[in-house]
């Protein structure tokens, strides 16, 4: 039974298109975070919620919208897609606290805008 | 800016030795240190970790060192193993930061039997 589901897994798609990416997490936790991991492979940090309210907000364009309607989901929705969007998306969740910094990482979705 | 580095994109080990892998940071605040590692089509998944208040943890075949005044920390594998060879990524935090990582860009390590 996976722990921190992501749906899609690969979404392609054209630049100007709307799209989102769903995930969800079974371990109880109160925190959950998306992070972009791009061409050079790094992987950063783009927004955190706690118990559905937003706590971290990185520097990250205004067409990028999380949403989460329960602390066992978080979405990402993406409107307006450029070509610099293509990356791989990961979705983890954490405790809070101070087991805040073990997270557990969903399997990703690659987004590929043509 | 990248506050965590990680130098060696790729490090190729035999079977049954040790493997090293180094990370180096330059934000003095952070206070914890991480090491994830990935396997193709997987996300990562958390290794082992360290406290700024101490220098060396250790977990089965993984040890991770932490030199906080040259800021740097390394993960050693031994004895190394096939199943090993993945991407390590080095990450840090500051407690205060809410669950905020900072990752490296990741080192390949690939171990031949």
């Known amino acids: 039974d996976t722990a921190v589901s992501q749906t899609p897994k690969y979404l392609v798609t054209q630049m100007g298109n709307d799209k989102s990416i769903k995930c969800e997490q079974n371990?109880?936790?109160?925190?959950m975070y998306w992070y972009k991991q791009d061409s050079k492979k790094f992987l950063k940090i783009m927004f955190s919620y706690n118990n559905k309210e937003l706590i971290i907000n990185e520097t990250v364009p205004n067409r990028f919208s999380p949403k989460s309607p329960d602390k066992a989901h978080l979405n990402l929705h993406i409107n307006s897609l450029e070509l610099g969007d293509s990356a791989v998306y990961f979705c983890?969740?954490?405790?809070?606290?101070?087991?805040?910094?073990?997270?557990?990482f969903g399997a990703g979705t690659r987004l590929s805008v043509l | 800016d990248q506050q965590v580095k990680q130098n060696s994109p790729s490090l190729s080990v035999q079977e049954g030795r040790i493997s090293i892998l180094n990370c180096d940071y330059t934000?003095?605040?952070?206070?914890?240190f991480l090491w994830y590692k990935k396997y193709p089509a997987e996300g990562p998944t958390f290794l082992i970790s360290i406290s700024s208040i101490k220098d060396k943890n250790e977990d089965g075949r993984f040890t991770v060192f932490l030199n906080k005044s040259a800021k740097h920390l390394s993960l050693h594998i031994v004895p190394s193993q096939p199943g090993d060879s993945a991407v390590y990524f080095c990450a840090a935090s500051s407690h205060n930061q809410g669950g905020k990582l900072i990752f490296g860009q990741g080192t390949e390590l690939s171990v031949k039997p």
């Open positions: 371990l109880g936790h109160d925190t």
């Open positions: 983890a969740s954490s405790q809070g606290g101070d087991f805040a910094h073990i997270q557990y």
């Open positions: 934000n003095s605040m952070f206070d914890y």
